[in-house]
């Protein structure tokens, strides 16, 4: 069998598939027009072609590039702060444009906040500078999604591919089960965990959760305060289009694979076995190598330029980009009767991952 081509992607790879279609966004939401159609199909079309039509596993980017990927991440996470005003701005004030044109900067939006600022605030909240995580922070809490900040570290990372996870989906469980139980799982839970961290440690000052529910109302208020009513539900609707893909994210990433038990009932470390991983590379600038999923719960510090992807007998790997995977599990049997043949396949590998 050949082995894959596996060149390193410069950084600006990155910055170029993650940041490019921000101004396409903001001209789109001031004109209109082709910058629209332009920002629709890079986000929903452009990005699975060039997987398919240049087959190409890259690899990790070179360590001295690591502190603009911060730079990179910092980026990202103030355009989704300015992205997000200037779309509901757009789409619910009057900004001129047509209905078609509003729904498709809604759309284009929602997806690179969910598939690009996601996966910036998702590393910013794992970087060691407190700055850099109060800003991933803040993403998620004008997200209306502010508790992943807490729950995505301290439960997910904890309890990862067990039934204790409520981001791990079950085999048989459809997206939609799955997501009302994150939802609500991963917000009492992350609320718990971040409660008894500061019991232990004798913490001070206001509880997180003060912080993500108050930004959130703050945020839906300048939605009011840019479009009123219809400025607070845009805004609204923006946030729970992001959610969507963050927990479609999950879903796909964890689908149907546990860690076992040992005879102490402790679950065993976690590691490459434990996530879905994707090789397609274009997809994986974009999103900043997210796809390299099992990397990242082994090793939560690494910057994401390093992060390296599993041979396939290491760790299960997807055999669709990650944008069409998320999609295709929103028609639950059709998700089902696609993965059932690759988890098979993975699971008669490692006999492991069948325990309870």
């Not at 992943?148 to 997910?156: K, T």
Request: glycine share 8%.
């Amino acid at each position: 069998m050949q082995a894959e081509p596996a060149r390193p992607l410069p950084l600006t790879a990155f910055a170029v598939a993650s940041l490019l279609p921000l101004p396409l966004l903001a001209v789109g939401a001031l004109q209109g027009g082709p910058w629209l159609w332009a920002a629709f199909l890079y986000m929903g079309v452009l990005t699975i072609l060039l997987d398919q039509l240049i087959p190409m596993t890259s690899g990790p980017s070179d360590g001295a590039e690591f502190p603009a990927a911060d730079l990179l991440l910092v980026s990202v996470g103030l355009g989704a702060l300015l992205a997000l005003p200037l779309a509901v701005w757009a789409i619910a004030g009057p900004s001129g444009l047509s209905g078609p044109e509003r729904a498709l900067l809604f759309f284009a939006t929602g997806f690179w906040l969910g598939q690009v600022a996601h996966p910036a605030a998702h590393e910013l909240i794992h970087r060691p500078r407190r700055e850099h995580f109060r800003l991933g922070a803040a993403v998620y809490t004008v997200l209306l999604f502010g508790q992943h900040a807490s729950a995505h570290r301290l439960v997910h990372h904890r309890l990862v591919a067990s039934q204790d996870d409520p981001n791990t989906a079950r085999i048989g469980e459809s997206f939609y089960r799955f997501a009302r139980r994150a939802w609500k799982g991963s917000f009492l839970q992350g609320l718990r965990a971040e409660s008894e961290l500061r019991t232990r440690k004798s913490r001070f000052g206001l509880h997180p959760y003060v912080f993500y529910i108050a930004g959130s109302l703050a945020a839906l208020a300048l939605g009011f305060l840019i479009a009123g009513v219809p400025g607070l539900l845009i805004w609204a609707a923006l946030g729970l289009h992001a959610q969507s893909q963050i927990l479609l994210s999950d879903y796909v990433q964890h689908y149907g694979l546990e860690r076992s038990r040992g005879p102490d009932g402790r679950l065993e470390p976690v590691g490459p076995a434990h996530s879905w991983n994707t090789a397609h590379w274009f997809t994986s600038a974009m999103m900043l190598n997210a796809p390299r999923h099992s990397d990242h719960h082994v090793h939560p510090a690494r910057a994401f330029p390093a992060l390296q992807l599993p041979a396939p007998d290491a760790a299960p790997r997807l055999p669709w980009p990650l944008p069409l995977a998320c999609a295709k599990a929103l028609f639950p049997r059709h998700w089902r009767r696609a993965i059932k043949p690759h988890l098979a396949r993975w699971r008669e590998s490692r006999p492991q991952d069948t325990a309870a």
